[in-house]
């Protein structure tokens, strides 16, 4: 299945192509994999993080499907 992966200010720098500072990437990934393998596997650092599926919020559990789109930002403070 294949799955775009964006990954957000920092984090983009753990691209497995090498290229930080580029967004999004597709991923042909088994079937069943969940954001947390797809993270493990990815290496990100262990660190808060916020994930969404397709624009809306969703937990590391979650299994991923064909199509779909997964972004992945790092905590985001302000003020």
């Known amino acids: 299945m294949n799955v ?3 990954l957000f200010a920092s984090l983009s720098a753990y691209q ?7 967004h999004a990437r597709t991923f042909d990934l088994a079937a069943g994999t969940t954001i947390a393998t797809l993270i493990a596997e990815l290496k990100l650092p262990d660190q808060a993080r916020v994930v969404f599926i397709d624009g809306r919020h969703a937990e590391e559990s979650a299994a991923l499907h064909d199509g779909q789109r997964l972004a992945i930002f790092p905590p985001v403070a302000g003020g």
């Open 4 to 6: 775009d992966v964006a």
């Open 16 to 22: 497995p192509d090498g290229q930080a500072g580029r």
